[in-house]
């Protein structure tokens, strides 16, 4: 029989993004393999980092 699970026994794992540990949440829980990010300021602010960042060898040459 399996256990019930634990409150502390719940998946976390880091945020891409600013690294904070997040609990599993229950809105997760179809999707927590694809969660990467805490919020979605993190996700905003890692989509607009990684849109620069691809975009970076064409404004570098002024910087
Ligand atoms: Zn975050």
């Known amino acids: 029989m ?3 699970r634990a409150k502390s026994d ?3 794992k880091p945020c891409r993004h600013c690294g904070r540990p997040m609990a599993w949440r229950k ?3 179809r999707n ?3 969660v990467l ?3 979605d300021r ?3 602010e890692a989509a607009r980092l ?6 970076s060898h064409s404004s570098k040459d002024h910087a």
């Open 2 to 4: 399996p256990k019930m």
């Open 10 to 12: 719940l998946p976390s």
């Open 27 to 29: 809105a997760w829980a």
């Open 32 to 34: 927590w393999n694809e």
């Open 37 to 39: 990010y805490c919020s």
């Open 42 to 44: 993190c996700r905003a």
């Open 50 to 55: 990684r849109r620069d960042t691809s975009t």
